[in-house]
């Protein structure tokens, strides 16, 4: 899709490789910036893939197991919750079964040594899970909150600009 000025046209989401659904594909973009940046197609060439180690990918499901907390695990390939109990998140549930709808593949033998990801979604009741839940995650990763922290920023600078 270049233009005539060397431009090159990119979808960058936030979702993993596996979920840019064919019809976008077929548009013809020139790459794909995926994963949160984890993953960044171009031309057709992989040009970078971050992916967290195996003995990572534990830590957080422990962390997730002990803090009661939801988590969904993706990677340029799969998608994968933790069923070792049932989901009770309301949009974990609601993602979950829209990836069934998809016909989305879903290992469930998360301790295989071979799995991995490279990014992850928790969801949770109480802020002191994701508290509990960050004393693990921060290390390694960034938290994006978007339920608890984006609306609270945005309006809080609203609220200033509105001041001048």
């Known amino acids: 899709m270049r233009d005539t000025f060397g431009h090159l046209m ?3 989401t936030g979702r993993c490789f596996q979920n840019v659904e064919p019809r976008f ?8 910036v995926c994963g949160c940046g984890t993953n960044i197609f171009c031309s057709g060439t992989e040009a970078l893939h971050v992916a967290q180690t195996h003995s990572i990918t534990m830590q957080l499901l422990e962390a997730a197991r002990k803090t ?4 969904l695990f993706e990677s340029r390939k799969e998608v994968a919750f933790d069923k070792s109990r049932s989901l009770t998140h309301p949009d974990a549930i609601h993602q979950y ?8 593949d879903m290992p469930e033998n998360l301790e295989n040594p071979n799995f991995f ?3 992850f979604v928790v969801w949770y009741q109480t802020p002191d899970q994701l508290e ?4 693990v995650s921060d290390p390694y ?5 978007r339920a608890r922290y984006l609306p609270r920023i945005c309006s ?4 200033q600009s509105d001041r001048h």
Not at 132 to 135: A, C, L, N, P, S
């Open 68 to 71: 009661n907390v939801d988590i």
């Open 132 to 135: 509990e839940f960050r004393k």
């Open 10 to 12: 990119f979808i960058n």
């Open 117 to 119: 990801c490279d990014k």
């Open 156 to 159: 809080n600078r609203l609220q």
């Open 25 to 32: 594909r077929r548009i013809g973009f020139d790459g794909y």
């Open 141 to 145: 990763f960034t938290c994006i909150d």
């Open 97 to 104: 079964k829209a990836f069934l709808n998809r016909g989305y």
